[in-house]
């Protein structure tokens, strides 16, 4: 077998096996593997195995197994199902005894970032028969205020993901609690109130030296506790720190700051209006939660160590068992807009289709389970991951495939006018391998006008004429300059003689409705359907151009987001 033959075979599995589109070095291993001479010449197969791959992943998924199964069967029969690629043990855990946590900041819709803690904490709890809780930390009206819609949101988002909370808890309706250990723990000698200016403790801590306020007895903090509740300090005036070591080595961790006064007549809570003052920081708050709901494992990102040793110091004073708390490298996210910052900067809806939040990418077609699968297997991995528009699309690919209408759309149209000599029927399944789905059908009359891709045509007259998909073979004859129409007549043949002249087969539209195609971050684009995707709600695939979703109709408009190839 010739390295030529060898791509091809190997290529066309891999698009088999992953939703139609093959990877250069999934084939490149594949190759090597069956033969281990070609590792001498790498370098000279490449161009060789791309030239094969774009000819491959140009192709539908249903030509690909035709070919497949005609030119090298024992591929074919050689197809191994993926192993469902599931979460690794979690380290100190009992059957029926497991809890974890969600826990976002509602000040924004739910990102794709997001969705990694959520899945995987969700997958763990079920996995173990235990418990999932959903909690808001929400105490910072001023810096990360809280959207009031972002709560019903992301609790529809995760609904949508399929995970389901057993108890739900909003950290600014439980001050009152946090005020309560925060006595006991003043009480206890291991937090204290500090009126340092921010830039004199900064000298204390940079030197490695306590404030005078820390060895104050608690009778004194208690004093200047009340007087911050009764309003007689102002933001920045007064902090509540947690007493650590003073030498430890970061300087971060050194007497952290666990509560900090917010001017709530300024900054108002969208919850609880201007009623609370001092509010905890997300390390007081996170960490007594975790406690007092019997959280017992805490998945995070990695760059939350910090905060962990952060409550190590508070678990410490209160005398309490901590969590097992396990950090997941980063998670790089490429070709999605993903920083809530620029997402606010740009005035963008939480449902955009170019966002990375898990109501844009509904929007735009992705499917629930796709993200779960993408979030399982990148797993709990202490080093860096990265997820590529492309990953999740080749998972979509797979889920959405069998449920996806194939819909004739014709862009950059030209008219196209039928020379025959009598009326032509088209039978079309809505789907080659589904035929629940159903089919539809057109009926073309003698000298009927039609629509077709520019491009199609072009090629249709260097080859001397184009297969209309599922209505015949045409040949090429003339422009007719008065009607402004591309002139084809019927000839005799089907699939396999349209194929041995080299002819494109090609989709086509009569009587068609306009159709406006969003490439999302890139353009516009509009189209031509055929009349009968009016009825089409959902994923469609687009034919020969790839997977869309259905956003509406407007203006007797069909309004598509392409979703991937």
Not at 78 to 95: F, W
Not at 299 to 308: G, K
Not at 469 to 494: C, D, I, R, S, T
Request: net charge positive; aromatic share 10%; charged share 35%.
């Amino acid at each position: 077998m010739d390295i030529r033959e060898l791509a091809l075979k190997h290529a066309l599995r891999n698009a088999y096996l992953h939703g139609g589109k093959a990877q250069l070095k999934a084939v490149i291993t594949a190759m090597l593997a069956e033969n281990p001479e070609l590792k001498k010449k790498v370098k000279e197969i490449i161009p060789i195995v791309k030239e094969v791959i774009e000819e491959v992943n140009s192709m539908s998924v249903d030509e690909q197994e035709r070919i497949l199964k005609e030119r090298f069967p024992d591929a074919l029969e050689r197809k191994v199902k993926e192993e469902k690629k599931g979460l690794p043990p979690l380290p100190n855990a009992e059957k029926g005894k497991v809890k974890t946590r969600f826990a976002p900041n509602p000040d924004f819709y739910m990102t794709l970032g997001n969705a990694r803690p959520a899945i995987i904490s969700h997958e763990y709890a079920r996995m173990y028969d235990g418990k999932f809780v959903l909690r808001f930390e929400d105490t910072d009206p001023r810096t990360k205020r809280p959207l009031p819609e972002a709560y019903d949101a992301i609790k529809e988002d995760l609904e949508w993901l399929g995970i389901k909370w057993d108890e739900l808890y909003i950290q600014s309706l439980r001050m009152e609690t946090y005020y309560e250990l925060l006595k006991e723990l003043i009480r206890k000698g291991g937090a204290y109130v500090c009126t340092c200016p921010p830039d004199v403790w900064k000298k204390y801590r940079d030197a490695k030296k306590p404030c005078p306020h820390r060895e104050e007895p608690p009778e004194v903090h208690m004093e200047r506790l009340e007087k911050i509740f009764e309003g007689e300090y102002g933001e920045g005036e007064a902090v509540v720190r947690i007493k650590t070591d003073m030498s430890h080595p970061d300087p971060s961790v050194r007497d952290w700051v666990a509560f900090r006064i917010i001017d709530t007549s300024k900054y108002p809570h969208p919850l609880t209006g201007d009623r609370y003052r001092l509010w905890p920081t997300y390390n007081f708050a996170a960490g007594v939660d975790d406690y007092l709901m019997g959280i017992t494992h805490v998945l995070r990102a990695r760059e939350h160590r910090q905060n962990t040793t952060k409550q190590e110091f508070l678990y410490k004073h209160f005398g309490w068992k901590m969590p097992t708390v396990i950090h997941f490298g980063r998670l790089k996210l490429e070709g999605f807009i993903l920083s809530k910052s620029k997402m606010r900067e740009l005035g963008l809806k939480g449902d955009d289709p170019r966002l990375a939040t898990i109501r844009g990418l509904r929007r735009r077609g992705f499917a629930p389970e796709a993200i779960k699968e993408i979030m399982i297997s990148v797993g709990i991995k202490p080093s860096d991951a990265s997820i590529s528009f492309d990953n999740l699309a080749a998972a979509n690919r797979k889920i959405i495939d069998a449920k996806a209408k194939r819909v004739m759309v014709v862009t950059e149209p030209v008219k196209v006018k039928l020379l025959m000599e009598e009326s032509l029927g088209a039978k079309i399944p809505w789907h080659p391998k589904v035929p629940e789905l159903g089919y539809r059908s057109y009926e073309v009359k003698p000298n009927e006008l039609i629509y077709l891709n520019e491009k199609d045509v072009k090629r249709a007259i260097k080859r001397g004429g184009v297969r209309l998909m599922e209505l015949g073979n045409f040949k090429f004859k003339e422009f007719n300059v008065e009607e402004n129409a591309y002139v084809f007549e019927h000839e005799p043949g089907g699939v396999e003689e349209a194929k041995r002249k080299g002819y494109d087969i090609v989709q086509w539209v009569k009587e068609p409705v306009d159709t406006l195609i969003w490439f999302p971050g890139e353009r516009y684009v509009m189209g031509k359907a055929e009349p009968m995707a009016m009825e089409v709600k959902g994923w469609v695939q687009l034919i020969r151009l790839g997977y869309a979703k259905v956003d509406g109709v407007e203006d007797n408009t069909i309004r598509m987001i392409y979703l991937h190839e």
